[in-house]
């Protein structure tokens, strides 16, 4: 809440004429005492019986209010303020081809990943995350390619294959890649001997794949459910789909409590759980 905003809350009963109880301001004559803050929730009894439980919500067109779980009304910002939504986590971050994600996180032969993702457009050989130097196996590839709407490519640590494993247009899944294992939802689909070594000049993208230095010629159209990244069997990076308080779709670390935002040309949008 800003200053200059208040939400009317509660019609007093009980024979007593009050004026209406207002959240964030002092209904006074004239209204004074704003505050600017953050409100979680507001619980008002009359007698023992919960009369109000006022929760911060969107309503059915994404406006910004609180919600009585009570009497499942809607309360609604009345001043000249404006009421913002805290950041929140969302079911995942759309994204469209032109935008990616830089984890800032430089991964080794020690690397394993997690990527929980859902294509939904493929054409040839667009990068669907990670990182490379150059393209020998030694140049700490650490990367996944859309080979195709059918076929997915992964080098991680070694280049491992191309077109080994199918995969479908709008489904979920979660890859997990490293130490010379690959998994898709839990099945061992590959098994290889890691070549690159040492640490990678380049961090991994999300979205995308930085290729030395600079996203690759093609992003990918997917929706991204998270990203983990393990070091050592330490868990290193835990990127969640968030919105912040302005709305703008991102990625939390709640390892580092960071926020990570689209550093493409296209932009990023979200999902929301139903």
Same mark, same amino acid.
């Given at each position: ?15 007593? /004429?009050?004026?209406?109880? !207002?959240?964030?301001? $002092?209904?006074?004559? /004239? ?6 803050? +953050? ?15 006022? *929760? /911060? ?5 994404? =406006? ?9 009304? !809607? ?5 000249? #303020?404006?009421? =913002?939504?805290?950041? +929140?986590? @969302? ?40 990182? *490379? ?13 859309? $080979?195709?709407?059918?076929?997915? *490519? ?5 280049h491992i294959g191309n077109e080994f494993t199918n995969?479908s247009l709008n489904t979920k899944y979660i890859m ?5 294992? @690959? ?10 001997? @890691? ?5 990678? /000049? !380049? ?10 230095? =600079? ?7 997917? =929706?991204?459910? #998270? ?10 990076q835990d990127l969640r789909p968030y919105v912040d ?30």
């Amino acid at each position: 809440y800003s200053g200059n905003t208040l939400v009317s809350s509660l019609i007093s009963s009980g024979g007593v /004429p009050t004026k209406s109880l !207002y959240l964030f301001a $002092r209904n006074y004559n /004239p209204i004074d005492s704003y505050v600017t803050g +953050r409100l979680y929730y507001c619980k008002i009894w009359d007698n023992g019986v919960l009369i109000q439980d006022l *929760r /911060p919500a969107l309503d059915l067109s994404g =406006k910004v209010c609180m919600y009585d779980t009570v009497t499942e009304k !809607y309360f609604y910002n009345a001043g000249t #303020g404006e009421l =913002k939504a805290g950041g +929140r986590f @969302v079911e995942s971050i759309v994204f469209d081809g032109a935008s990616y994600i830089d984890t800032g996180y430089l991964p080794n032969e020690q690397t394993y990943a997690e990527y929980t993702f859902e294509v939904y457009g493929a054409a040839n050989y667009q990068g669907l995350f990670g990182s *490379r130097k150059d393209q020998t196996e030694e140049g700490y590839v650490f990367d996944v390619f859309i $080979r195709n709407a059918n076929y997915l *490519r992964i080098d991680w640590g070694a280049h491992i294959g191309n077109e080994f494993t199918n995969y479908s247009l709008n489904t979920k899944y979660i890859m997990k890649a490293g130490l010379g294992e @690959v998994y898709l939802d839990d099945t061992l689909v590959k098994t290889y001997t @890691v070549l690159a070594t040492g640490t990678s /000049p !380049y961090s991994i993208y999300l979205g995308n794949i930085n290729d030395a230095g =600079k996203p690759y010629t093609s992003g990918s159209l997917q =929706k991204v459910h #998270g990203f983990k990244a393990y070091e050592n069997n330490t868990l290193i990076q835990d990127l969640r789909p968030y919105v912040d308080s302005d709305g703008v779709a991102c990625f939390k670390d709640v390892v580092t409590d960071t926020l990570f935002y689209n550093q493409g040309t296209g932009t990023l949008t979200y999902t929301t759980h139903e």
